[in-house]
């Protein structure tokens, strides 16, 4: 039997394992590839060391060029692989990463990133960056796909990120804000507002649509008079309308289809929706205007601008912005009683959907209707809403019973 290899110490060394000239250890093994592969170390405790994480690998697939590669090289293998988001969707993402994660965390080796990494770098973000937890968790998202890669690649056990976001919110008490829907006061103030003052009165039509449709603004900008249906009151939900970064920095509109199989859906058209395309149709024809706009195809286009062109939901919000200013500043004027003077709250396209699907739960409408209607995919998301909406009606109602026990007494 030959004799084994021993150190300089004369100590016994295992296979694979020997000491050069110089006092420093080495182990070397072969990967499944016949590919040899050496770690070294200065003494023998710390090559056992490396050699135990080195079977360990080996035993859980763990890639030995795992050590080379950084967070930014998964992530370019990331952009490659994925598929089935929205163009737009993915360059945001794109985006995200580029601009906060590329030069900070996605330099780190892969082997070396830790949650604590992860959750450090998401409070540089907070502090540093000045980032809302919205935009944070838009990032979290690529980060948590990039590094599920990397797990599925052979290049990390676990995915670190995983809770990263959860732990970061509970820790600093982060939690997006509920959207806020307009009160029936507050809407009724903004839609009469519309009505009778002749600079905003063009508005009326598409924000009156909105409330009466609950449709997310790229889906009521996208429309068409062909998705109309006015025999039978209903309106088609087929497609949305887009707007993103284009090759070389290029902005522009693109027609996608719904985000789920869900937002395909047909939305019974009410009175006062009805109404509302015949004034912006009546307004339209009154003032020569015509939908110009082709985009992927699709034309005749109902809400357009003045020069035919596809309304942007930044207009839309600047637009409601503008309102809200004015209708405030009139109130404030013609009210002797500041302190009961209702104000419009500041608010966006998208809290008219949220008011929509308000006035839908608080007039005990099927959830299951609600969610149809809305095109959630999921009836969690409605029931969300629901359950907070009847929250609130359930406190309004007993504060009225609570006055009129208090008026009885008197």
Sequence with gaps: MAERRKDSKGRVLKENESQR?????????????????????????????KEKKVQRDVSDGIRVDAQRVTLNDIYELWVVLKKGLKHNTFTNYQYMYNQFARNDIGNIKIVNLKRSDVRRFYNRLIDDK???????????TVIHQVLDVAVDDGYLRNNVSDNALKELKMSRNLFTENRKALTLEEQRIFLEYLQKTPQYNHWYPVFAFMLGTGLRVGEATGLRWCDIDMENDSISVNHTLVYYSRDKGHCGFAVNTPKTKAGERTVPMIASVKEALML????????????????????????VNRFGDVQH?????????????????????????????????HFSCHTLRHTFTTRLCESGMNVKVIQEVLGHSDISTTL???ADVTRDLKKREMQRFEDFIGETRV
């Design 21 to 49: 000239s110089d006092g420093i250890y080495c182990y070397r093994w072969r990967t499944s590839d016949h590919k040899r592969h050496y770690i070294y170390a200065g003494t023998l405790e710390e090559l056992r060391e």
């Design 313 to 345: 939901y930044g207009t839309l919000n600047k637009a409601i912005n503008r309102i809200v200013r004015d209708c405030n500043n009139e109130t404030l004027n013609n009210t002797k009683n500041i302190e009961k003077a209702v104000l419009l709250p």
């Design 130 to 140: 000045g980032l809302k937890i919205a935009t944070i968790d838009n990032i979290h």
């Design 384 to 386: 969300d809403i629901y």
């Design 280 to 303: 912006e149709k009546q307004y339209q024809e009154e003032a020569g205007i015509h939908s110009r706009a082709l985009i992927d195809g699709f034309t005749d286009f109902i809400f």
